[in-house]
């Protein structure tokens, strides 16, 4: 069985920001703020050493950040 994407998404809502893991139908969490939804994602994905995606209203990706092992990790030139 492949390995659950441990992925986690931060997306524009109609009531503001949410939190979704991917793969999954639903949102895990909404808030009022993008910097809130952006934490809780961080959150679980340092717990569960997944990646945090972010959007933009426009739903275009913003940027990325890995919180797992990766034994060949790239350069992140972000931060």
Do not use: C, F
Request: hydrophobic share 25%.
């Amino acid at each position: 069985m492949p390995k659950k994407s441990s992925n986690v998404w931060v997306v524009h809502t109609d009531n503001g920001w949410g939190v979704r893991r991917a793969g999954a139908d639903r949102l895990s969490r909404e808030t009022d703020t993008k910097k809130e939804a952006e934490d809780i994602a961080r959150n679980i994905a340092r717990r569960e050493g997944g990646e945090v995606i972010s959007q933009g209203r426009d739903g275009k990706i913003q940027s990325k950040d890995s919180y797992g092992k990766d034994p060949y990790p790239p350069k992140d030139t972000e931060h």
